[in-house]
Nanobody, 117 residues
Framework: QVQLVESGGGLVQAGGSLRLSCAASGTIFTFNAMGWYRQAPGKQRELVAAITSGGSTNYADSVKGRFTISRGNAKNTVYLQMHSLKPEDTAVYYC???????????WGQGTQVTVSS
């Protein structure tokens, strides 16, 4: 039984910072990749950042230079450090994890990030 649990969301003023955390439980393997997606009202869900087990990263153009994704010391944990937040960053942020060999992916319940102007 695999679960992804996010934390760290909240309300912050424009220009501020937040750090999101995601931890997987119930796993007996290491995910090939983990990442963060977000969805704002009326918009499609989009990839924010992703990181592989080897440490390779990629980011949406809209967050490059402001957000940093990293893996933690604990197995199957991932963080998203967000700086210089803008109102446009307001969305529900979802943790995602993939195990390519099994062809499966998992999603967290989401955590709300709200950036006030």
């Amino acid at each position: 039984q695999v679960q992804l649990v996010e934390s760290g969301g909240g309300l912050v003023q424009a220009g501020g910072s937040l750090r999101l955390s995601c931890a997987a439980s119930g796993t007996i393997f290491t995910f090939n990749a983990m990442g963060w997606y977000r969805q704002a009202p009326g918009k499609q869900r989009e990839l924010v950042a992703a990181i592989t087990s080897g440490g390779s990263t990629n980011y949406a153009d809209s967050v490059k230079g402001r957000f940093t994704i990293s893996r933690g010391n604990a197995k199957n944990t991932v963080y998203l450090q967000m700086h210089s937040l803008k109102p446009e960053d307001t969305a529900v942020y979802y943790c995602n994890a993939q195990w390519s060999l099994a062809g499966v992916a998992y999603w967290g319940q989401g955590t709300q990030v709200t950036v006030s102007s």
